[in-house]
């Protein structure tokens, strides 16, 4: 009985001391790779949203949390216009930050669409000024979308404190802003979540009211391949001081 204590004890210890050896080697060695495979990845996609879209990404910091988590803090994308004696930039989209959950599993034995889980936006800022900015999300969407069919990506993405402005050149204005809003595929098919959505939108149709709209319990659910729209919602409805609508 004693014997088997002490193998007992033994294995204990020969677990501990590897644990110990690969938390002074291996995981600073880990992290340094990480980092470096980051850095080029990110340094990658700023180059092509540069040449597809002649935007730039920038952001303060990041850091990485082993073995599955990268964090970006003040993410800004921007268009970026020069003269002789200024830069001026004009941000289209900033967050506070982006945290990314990975799978490691899906870095070393999976597939890149595997890798990617969960990712979480905080304090998301969209400013868009039409046309000048429409020909601009053509060419996003396409740098981002896939040139081969498949299953979607299995993930959830999660913002908190959520805002957007569209400003068209007859002088209309849209706003929102959202509580909170998450994504997921995790059934294979995109589900979409808001509890409270609030848009206005500014029209001189209108005269000096906007109509502003409320969304609650905003669900909406499609097909893999987009080709069926589901949604629900209790809408209210005013402009001005005139109630338009109140409907579940």
């Given at each position: 009985?004693?014997?088997?204590?002490?193998?007992?004890?033994?294995?204990?210890?020969?677990?501990?001391?590897?644990?110990?050896?690969?938390?002074?080697?291996a995981l600073p060695r880990m992290r340094t790779l990480l980092e470096s495979k980051l850095e080029s990845a990110v340094y990658s996609l700023q180059e092509r949203l540069y040449e597809q879209t002649g935007l730039r990404l920038g952001y303060s910091y990041a850091s990485v949390v082993l073995p599955y988590?990268?964090?970006f803090y003040g993410v800004e994308v921007f268009r970026e216009t020069r003269s002789e004696s200024a830069i001026l930039r004009r941000k289209l989209l900033a967050a506070s930050e982006i945290r990314l959950r990975l799978d490691p599993w899906a870095a070393i034995f999976g597939t890149p669409a595997e890798l990617l889980k969960h990712a979480e936006i905080g304090d998301l800022d969209i400013d868009l000024q039409f046309p000048d900015d429409q020909d601009t999300l053509k060419k996003i969407t396409t740098l981002f979308s896939s040139d081969t069919p498949g299953a979607l990506p299995r993930l959830v993405i999660d913002i908190t404190g959520m805002s957007a402005s569209l400003t068209q050149a007859d002088l209309r204005r849209y706003s929102a802003s959202l509580s909170s809003?998450?994504?997921?595929?995790?059934?294979?098919?995109?589900?979409?979540?808001?509890?409270?959505?609030?848009?206005?939108?500014?029209?001189?149709?209108?005269?000096?009211?906007?109509?502003?709209?409320?969304?609650?319990?905003?669900?909406?659910?499609?097909?893999?391949?987009?080709?069926?729209?589901?949604?629900?919602?209790?809408?209210?409805?005013?402009?001005?001081?005139?109630?338009?609508?109140?409907?579940?």
């Open positions: 009985m004693v014997r088997k204590s002490a193998r007992w004890i033994l294995a204990i210890l020969i677990a501990l001391t590897f644990a110990g050896i690969l938390s002074l080697f988590r990268i964090s809003f998450q994504l997921s595929t995790l059934s294979g098919a995109p589900e979409a979540i808001i509890p409270t959505a609030l848009l206005f939108i500014a029209d001189p149709a209108f005269g000096e009211n906007e109509l502003f709209i409320q969304a609650t319990m905003f669900e909406l659910r499609s097909e893999a391949d987009l080709s069926r729209l589901s949604a629900s919602a209790e809408v209210a409805a005013r402009l001005g001081e005139i109630q338009l609508a109140s409907q579940a």
